[in-house]
């Protein structure tokens, strides 16, 4: 057992490190630190952009998704409410009579173009959610892909 001991305080034993190794490792630290140096505000600009940028993507989702189902749902009740007001808001007064025309034309036209809401809806429930998603990869892989690049702008060999 005190062999053991004596084994293993010898194996143990802290030597001192010569100082010229830890010199020279110093020197070679110091000079890839001052050959590829940090900036930290830099890398904190970019996350924030990152953050705000990934806020607005989902917010612009959630949004466009919300409006999305508002028309699909409540569309025609909308138009219909929306006539309305207008009429009322225009009936008797004799000024306002010719922009109350130009609101039946208007709500005429919208009449025509309903088939192009009908294709718009069948266009993002087909593909809104993938172009949402791919937008959203995108912001978030950009600033990963450009401190990669930066990183090895500043650093060769990495």
């Known amino acids: 057992m005190k062999e053991m001991d004596d084994i293993l305080k010898s ?23 001052l050959a590829a140096p940090v900036d930290f505000q830099e ?21 466009s ?14 138009g219909g409410g929306l006539n309305a007001l207008v009429l009322w808001l225009t009936a008797n007064i004799p000024i306002l009579a010719w922009f109350q025309d130009r609101w039946v034309w208007l709500f005429d ?23 949402m998603g791919i937008l959203f990869s995108w912001v978030l892989f950009e600033g990963i892909r450009d401190n990669k690049l930066k990183r090895k702008a500043f650093n060769g060999n990495s």
Request: overall charge positive; cysteine-free.
């Open 43 to 63: 890398k904190r600009l970019a996350m924030q952009r990152r953050k705000w940028g990934i806020i607005f993507l989902s917010t612009f989702f959630v949004l």
């Open 11 to 33: 194996v143990f034993h802290d030597k001192p490190i010569a100082q010229e190794p830890l010199q020279g490792m110093r020197m070679r630290i110091m000079d890839q630190i």
């Open 65 to 78: 998704l919300s409006l999305f189902l508002i028309n699909w749902f409540l569309g025609s009740w909308l």
């Open 109 to 131: 036209t919208l009449a025509i173009l309903s088939n192009l809401k009908l294709g718009y809806q069948f266009l993002w429930q087909q593909y809104g959610l993938a172009v």
